[in-house]
């Protein structure tokens, strides 16, 4: 049961990764255009959008809080990926 279930939090945690990484794949386009057009990393405007959208898209309201951390920390990462690599 346990190791079922777990089979599928890795089918899930794959299917994450390779989402991720396209995620990345978009904030390495960004970093070039904030670089060319000299745009700071930090957007709270588009940050707010993005939880907004995340929130809307939350379907049960138990994991809400949780899902909105998770993507305010995938931001902060991506932050600091951008300052890294600009
Ligand atoms: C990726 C961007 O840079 C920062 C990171 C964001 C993100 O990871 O979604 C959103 C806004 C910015 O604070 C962006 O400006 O779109």
């Known amino acids: 049961m346990l190791k079922e279930i777990r089979e599928e939090v890795n089918q ?40 907004k959208q995340v929130a809307d898209l939350v379907e049960n309201k138990d994991y809400e809080i949780s899902i909105m951390r998770t993507f305010q920390d995938i931001m902060d990462r991506s932050k600091e990926y951008q300052k890294q690599n600009k």
């Open 12 to 51: 899930i945690d794959q299917e994450l990764v390779r989402l991720l990484e396209k995620r990345y794949a978009c904030v390495d386009e960004i970093v070039r255009i904030k670089k060319e057009q000299h745009i700071a990393t930090l957007d709270s405007t588009r940050e707010q959008e993005v939880l």
